[in-house]
Protein backbone atom coordinates (compact mmCIF):
# COMPACT_ATOMS: atom_id res chain seq x y z
CA UNK A 1 0.00 0.00 0.00
CA UNK A 2 1.31 3.51 -0.43
CA UNK A 3 1.30 6.37 1.52
CA UNK A 4 3.10 8.39 3.86
CA UNK A 5 3.97 7.31 7.58
CA UNK A 6 4.61 9.35 10.69
CA UNK A 7 5.73 7.90 13.85
CA UNK A 8 4.93 7.82 16.82
CA UNK A 9 1.41 8.77 16.71
CA UNK A 10 1.74 9.96 20.23
CA UNK A 11 4.87 11.74 21.73
CA UNK A 12 6.15 13.33 25.25
CA UNK A 13 8.78 15.18 26.09
CA UNK A 14 10.28 17.74 28.56
CA UNK A 15 10.48 20.96 28.04
CA UNK A 16 14.29 22.02 26.97
CA UNK A 17 15.08 18.42 25.08
CA UNK A 18 14.87 18.61 21.24
CA UNK A 19 12.36 15.98 19.57
CA UNK A 20 12.78 14.18 15.71
CA UNK A 21 9.17 13.73 14.35
CA UNK A 22 9.90 10.74 11.92
CA UNK A 23 7.97 10.89 8.05
CA UNK A 24 8.17 8.73 5.22
CA UNK A 25 6.27 8.27 1.96
CA UNK A 26 6.50 5.85 -0.64
CA UNK A 27 4.58 7.17 -3.35
CA UNK A 28 7.40 8.70 -5.32
CA UNK A 29 6.69 12.02 -4.88
CA UNK A 30 9.62 14.73 -5.05
CA UNK A 31 8.05 17.41 -2.52
CA UNK A 32 7.34 16.90 1.01
CA UNK A 33 5.28 19.38 3.73
CA UNK A 34 5.32 20.25 7.39
CA UNK A 35 2.57 21.69 8.92
CA UNK A 36 1.37 21.95 12.47
CA UNK A 37 -2.02 22.28 13.86
CA UNK A 38 -3.39 23.87 16.78
CA UNK A 39 -6.62 23.56 18.29
CA UNK A 40 -9.44 26.08 16.19
CA UNK A 41 -6.64 26.91 14.04
CA UNK A 42 -5.97 26.03 10.15
CA UNK A 43 -2.89 24.39 9.24
CA UNK A 44 0.46 26.35 9.03
CA UNK A 45 3.61 25.60 6.84
CA UNK A 46 6.68 25.01 8.95
CA UNK A 47 9.04 23.40 6.16
CA UNK A 48 8.60 22.29 2.71
CA UNK A 49 11.30 20.45 0.59
CA UNK A 50 10.12 20.26 -3.56
CA UNK A 51 13.64 18.27 -4.34
CA UNK A 52 16.34 16.30 -2.31
CA UNK A 53 18.73 18.06 -0.21
CA UNK A 54 16.98 21.02 -0.35
CA UNK A 55 14.18 22.52 1.51
CA UNK A 56 12.76 26.18 2.39
CA UNK A 57 11.21 28.00 5.33
CA UNK A 58 7.17 27.92 5.51
CA UNK A 59 5.09 30.49 7.53
CA UNK A 60 6.26 29.44 10.92
CA UNK A 61 9.83 27.90 10.89
CA UNK A 62 11.36 29.50 14.00
CA UNK A 63 12.65 27.10 16.25
CA UNK A 64 12.29 23.79 13.86
CA UNK A 65 14.79 22.12 11.97
CA UNK A 66 14.47 19.87 8.69
CA UNK A 67 17.06 17.72 6.61
CA UNK A 68 15.61 16.23 3.20
CA UNK A 69 18.95 13.04 2.57
CA UNK A 70 16.31 10.69 0.77
CA UNK A 71 13.37 11.43 -1.14
CA UNK A 72 11.26 8.89 0.90
CA UNK A 73 11.78 10.69 4.60
CA UNK A 74 11.83 14.55 5.76
CA UNK A 75 12.10 14.26 9.67
CA UNK A 76 11.17 17.14 11.79
CA UNK A 77 13.40 18.12 14.82
CA UNK A 78 11.68 20.50 17.55
CA UNK A 79 14.27 22.42 18.88
CA UNK A 80 14.13 23.64 22.50
CA UNK A 81 14.10 27.07 21.14
CA UNK A 82 10.39 26.62 20.07
CA UNK A 83 8.34 28.19 22.59
CA UNK A 84 4.96 26.29 22.24
CA UNK A 85 5.75 22.80 20.53
CA UNK A 86 2.83 21.11 22.14
CA UNK A 87 0.67 20.50 18.85
CA UNK A 88 -0.55 17.97 16.06
CA UNK A 89 1.89 18.04 13.58
CA UNK A 90 1.21 17.04 10.26
CA UNK A 91 3.36 15.78 7.24
CA UNK A 92 2.15 15.97 3.70
CA UNK A 93 3.62 14.77 0.36
CA UNK A 94 2.97 15.73 -3.65
CA UNK A 95 4.30 15.16 -6.55
CA UNK A 96 5.18 18.08 -8.76
CA UNK A 97 3.58 20.19 -11.40
CA UNK A 98 -0.17 20.89 -11.96
CA UNK A 99 -1.60 18.22 -10.55
CA UNK A 100 0.61 18.45 -7.48
CA UNK A 101 -2.59 17.26 -4.66
CA UNK A 102 -1.46 16.96 -1.47
CA UNK A 103 -1.48 13.78 0.60
CA UNK A 104 -1.66 13.60 4.43
CA UNK A 105 -0.37 11.03 7.02
CA UNK A 106 -1.75 10.21 9.77
CA UNK A 107 0.34 12.92 12.25
CA UNK A 108 1.86 13.29 15.78
CA UNK A 109 0.37 14.75 18.49
CA UNK A 110 3.32 16.12 20.63
CA UNK A 111 2.92 17.01 24.35
CA UNK A 112 5.33 19.20 26.16
CA UNK A 113 5.84 19.79 29.49
CA UNK B 1 -1.48 38.02 0.54
CA UNK B 2 -3.27 34.72 0.00
CA UNK B 3 -5.81 33.92 2.91
CA UNK B 4 -9.18 31.93 2.94
CA UNK B 5 -11.87 32.46 5.82
CA UNK B 6 -14.28 29.93 6.49
CA UNK B 7 -17.83 29.86 8.45
CA UNK B 8 -17.00 29.10 11.79
CA UNK B 9 -18.32 26.04 13.96
CA UNK B 10 -19.45 23.72 15.74
CA UNK B 11 -22.00 22.69 13.45
CA UNK B 12 -24.31 20.05 14.52
CA UNK B 13 -26.97 19.06 11.94
CA UNK B 14 -29.84 15.98 11.54
CA UNK B 15 -29.36 12.94 9.87
CA UNK B 16 -30.31 13.26 6.28
CA UNK B 17 -29.81 17.51 6.68
CA UNK B 18 -28.56 19.77 4.20
CA UNK B 19 -24.83 20.97 4.84
CA UNK B 20 -23.83 24.01 3.55
CA UNK B 21 -19.98 25.06 4.72
CA UNK B 22 -18.92 28.86 3.51
CA UNK B 23 -15.43 29.81 2.49
CA UNK B 24 -14.22 32.88 0.89
CA UNK B 25 -11.42 33.37 -0.24
CA UNK B 26 -8.27 36.36 -1.24
CA UNK B 27 -5.51 35.76 -3.71
CA UNK B 28 -4.21 37.16 -6.70
CA UNK B 29 -5.16 35.47 -9.78
CA UNK B 30 -6.91 32.47 -10.11
CA UNK B 31 -5.54 30.06 -7.66
CA UNK B 32 -6.78 26.58 -7.37
CA UNK B 33 -9.63 25.62 -4.36
CA UNK B 34 -9.87 22.68 -2.10
CA UNK B 35 -11.90 21.31 0.22
CA UNK B 36 -9.92 18.66 2.73
CA UNK B 37 -11.78 16.73 5.21
CA UNK B 38 -10.32 15.56 8.59
CA UNK B 39 -11.85 12.73 10.35
CA UNK B 40 -11.38 12.72 14.45
CA UNK B 41 -7.70 11.67 15.19
CA UNK B 42 -6.09 11.46 11.59
CA UNK B 43 -4.61 13.48 8.98
CA UNK B 44 -6.49 15.47 6.24
CA UNK B 45 -8.38 14.04 3.74
CA UNK B 46 -8.53 15.98 -0.25
CA UNK B 47 -12.37 15.93 -0.27
CA UNK B 48 -12.84 17.72 -3.63
CA UNK B 49 -11.29 20.32 -5.48
CA UNK B 50 -11.40 22.69 -8.46
CA UNK B 51 -8.74 24.28 -10.36
CA UNK B 52 -11.06 27.09 -12.46
CA UNK B 53 -13.62 29.18 -12.26
CA UNK B 54 -16.97 27.89 -12.88
CA UNK B 55 -15.29 24.39 -11.94
CA UNK B 56 -17.75 22.38 -9.91
CA UNK B 57 -15.78 19.54 -7.83
CA UNK B 58 -17.61 16.63 -6.28
CA UNK B 59 -16.86 13.80 -4.42
CA UNK B 60 -19.19 11.34 -1.56
CA UNK B 61 -21.92 13.40 -2.29
CA UNK B 62 -20.14 16.50 -1.61
CA UNK B 63 -20.39 19.62 -3.96
CA UNK B 64 -18.41 23.07 -4.54
CA UNK B 65 -18.02 25.15 -6.94
CA UNK B 66 -15.69 27.77 -7.97
CA UNK B 67 -17.01 31.29 -7.90
CA UNK B 68 -14.71 34.02 -9.18
CA UNK B 69 -17.39 36.49 -8.78
CA UNK B 70 -17.93 36.20 -5.07
CA UNK B 71 -14.57 34.97 -4.57
CA UNK B 72 -15.98 31.99 -3.06
CA UNK B 73 -16.19 27.90 -3.01
CA UNK B 74 -18.80 26.96 -0.68
CA UNK B 75 -19.48 23.28 0.45
CA UNK B 76 -22.80 21.61 0.06
CA UNK B 77 -24.08 18.15 1.18
CA UNK B 78 -27.69 17.59 0.16
CA UNK B 79 -28.22 14.39 3.13
CA UNK B 80 -25.69 14.01 5.41
CA UNK B 81 -25.22 11.05 7.46
CA UNK B 82 -23.59 10.31 11.06
CA UNK B 83 -19.94 9.74 8.83
CA UNK B 84 -19.70 12.69 7.66
CA UNK B 85 -19.63 14.24 11.17
CA UNK B 86 -15.49 15.64 10.93
CA UNK B 87 -13.38 19.14 10.51
CA UNK B 88 -13.22 20.50 7.08
CA UNK B 89 -10.67 22.57 5.63
CA UNK B 90 -10.98 25.20 3.09
CA UNK B 91 -7.67 25.54 1.23
CA UNK B 92 -6.05 27.28 -1.77
CA UNK B 93 -3.09 27.43 -3.91
CA UNK B 94 -1.98 30.42 -5.82
CA UNK B 95 -0.94 30.36 -9.22
CA UNK B 96 2.63 31.37 -7.71
CA UNK B 97 3.34 28.73 -5.81
CA UNK B 98 2.34 25.39 -6.76
CA UNK B 99 3.60 24.28 -3.55
CA UNK B 100 2.17 26.19 -1.17
CA UNK B 101 -1.23 25.87 0.53
CA UNK B 102 -3.19 28.57 2.33
CA UNK B 103 -5.99 26.80 5.00
CA UNK B 104 -8.84 28.34 6.52
CA UNK B 105 -9.47 27.20 10.43
CA UNK B 106 -11.46 24.48 9.71
CA UNK B 107 -15.01 23.77 10.70
CA UNK B 108 -16.30 21.20 12.86
CA UNK B 109 -19.60 19.29 12.06
CA UNK B 110 -20.76 16.86 14.08
CA UNK B 111 -24.11 14.92 12.11
CA UNK B 112 -26.77 13.32 15.18
CA UNK B 113 -28.52 10.36 14.18
Known amino acids: DGGITQSPKYLFRKEGQNVTLSCEQN?????MYWYRQDPGQGLRLIYY???????QKGDIAEGYSVSREKKESFPLTVTSAQKNPTAFYLC????????????FGPGTRLTVT | GNSVTQMEGPVTLSEEAFLTINCTYTATGYPSLFWYVQYPGEGLQLLLKATKADDKGSNKGFEATYRKETTSFHLEKGSVQVSDSAVYFCALRPRSNDYKLSFGAGTTVTVRA
Open chain 1, 27 to 31: LNHDA
Open chain 1, 92 to 103: ASSSSGERNEQY
Open chain 1, 49 to 55: SQIVNDF
